[in-house]
């Protein structure tokens, strides 16, 4: 397998899987042991367009998940768009009730200039942060809290509830429903019909593929199209700002690009591999997601 990144010093390599004939709908057999191995593989120089893309995801998932304030391209396919500033690293929904197994991408277009995806083994991270800091957030879980508008929230539980299409208006009972652990979410409906969020999140788990655990989070994520979630320790005091300073320059040590073309499709474990995105400087790059659990 060659590199599919141009690696900083140091850094780990993801996997590239060139196509060599075979339609993309077979590449299941290998993708989930290539995961397992390394965390992210990129396919390369296969027949794909949106269908295909959606065609996969719905193979290999269960079910799937989405991002409300996204509109859909194809079945569980959105597009991404989130303005053009560069983007922290973070695991897609790494600050909701429930974290997707699979993060995808597929490059319909690819940037000509700059745009480029990062990404952060949580496994490396880990390893690399300072014995106080592990200490830290072992000890304590970090809340997130906001409140989501109900345009954003109500098309979110319709898609993790479908039963939930017949209703006209969602009530408190029904957002109970979706709750599967009440000790580490709490989602109230606001009299305005905003809801209050508050999610507790551990900053280094286990991954979806072992029990090594792995730094994989959003606590330097974004809040594209959502009101900037307020982060607190488990306690409810501030997280220090020295914890986070470390963090930064420990993933920032860890993260590597991809060096988009066009028709690539990539698939990271959500659950040990943060992403994010350096700067757009092409507009006109096109770029495809779907989240998904096996």
């Not at 990144?5 to 993309?24: H, K, M, N, Y």
């Not at 990404?119 to 879980?141: I, Q, S, T």
Request: charged share 25%; with cysteine.
């Amino acid at each position: 397998m060659k590199s599919l990144i141009e690696s900083t010093p140091g850094a780990q390599d993801f996997e590239l899987v060139q196509c060599t004939g075979q339609p993309i709908l077979d590449v299941p057999e290998i993708l989930f042991q290539h995961l397992a191995r390394r965390g992210a593989v990129l396919f390369r120089g296969f027949d794909l367009d949106l269908d295909r893309f959606s065609a996969l995801v719905h193979k290999v998932s269960r079910r799937t998940a989405m991002d409300p304030a996204r509109e859909w391209f194809a079945p569980d396919v959105q597009m991404v768009d989130a303005g053009f500033d560069a983007v922290g690293l973070h695991c897609e929904n790494g600050n909701t009730p429930s974290l997707p197994d699979l993060v995808w991408f597929f490059s319909a277009r690819a940037a000509r200039k700059g745009s480029r995806t990062i990404l952060c083994d949580g496994y490396r991270a880990w390893d690399g942060l300072p014995p106080a800091v592990r200490d830290l957030f072992l000890a304590h879980d970090v809340i997130f809290s906001r409140k989501v508008p109900e345009s954003l929230w109500a098309r979110y539980l319709r898609h993790e509830l479908p039963t939930l299409e017949s209703f006209p208006l969602i009530d408190q009972a029904a957002v109970d429903r979706f709750i599967r652990d009440p000790v580490r979410t709490r989602m109230t409906i606001q009299p305005d019909r905003t809801l209050l969020v508050e999610v507790r999140v551990p900053m280094a788990h286990p991954t979806r593929f072992g029990d090594r655990l792995a730094w994989a989070n959003s606590l330097l994520g974004p809040s594209y199209n959502y009101e900037p979630p307020v982060m607190t320790l488990d306690d409810g005091s501030s997280i220090p700002d020295w914890a986070v300073d470390s963090v930064a320059k420990v993933t920032a040590a860890c993260t590597t690009e991809v060096d988009w073309e066009d028709g690539d499709l990539i698939a990271i474990d959500n659950t040990r591999i943060m992403h994010g995105r350096r700067k757009i400087e092409d507009p006109g790059r096109r770029l495809f997601t779907a989240l998904s659990y096996l």
